[in-house]
């Protein structure tokens, strides 16, 4: 049976393979070495298991299957509970402290020019102003739902 390997810059590639084979085959037998990097999709699913035979996925001959190629490697998925707080694998996430970090910012500034109403000019305060009015526009529009 052939089928088409297609790529995302639409090139494509034919695939002479039997029906018992299983998707893991195909990978080995056309992306050697970069098994663990390729993905394949068909009809809009993405083939996870590597077991499955072809025969299973009811392919006709001459389907198209979709690949991508990720330029690195996944990392292993991490087993047990322990391994999901682990700080070094963690990523922290910036975007999602911007909103708190700017709220607390107007508060700090708000707090100072009530306790040090001497050292902030009308300019300065007006300028504080338009700055709460425009983020709460800005933070009520983009969080409204």
């Not at 009809?43 to 299973?56: C, E, H």
């Not at 330029?71 to 047990?80: I, L, N, V």
């Amino acid at each position: 049976m052939v089928l088409r390997l297609k790529f995302l810059n639409d090139t494509e590639r034919l695939a002479h393979v039997r029906p018992g084979d299983t998707v893991g085959a195909l990978k080995r037998a056309y992306f050697p070495g970069q098994e663990q990097q390729v993905r394949l999709i068909y009809q809009g699913q993405l083939l996870r298991d590597d077991a499955q035979s072809l025969a299973a996925l009811h392919l006709a001959p001459n389907s198209v299957l979709h690949c991508h190629i990720s330029q690195h490697s996944p990392a292993p998925a991490p087993a047990g509970p322990r391994a999901s707080a682990d700080p070094v694998h963690t990523a922290l996430n910036v975007g999602s402290l911007m909103l708190p970090l700017f709220v607390l910012m107007l508060a700090v500034l708000w707090y100072f020019q009530l306790q040090y109403r001497h050292v902030f000019t009308a300019t300065a305060t007006t300028f504080l102003a338009g700055l709460t009015l425009l983020f709460s526009f800005m933070a009520f529009t983009m969080y409204r739902r």
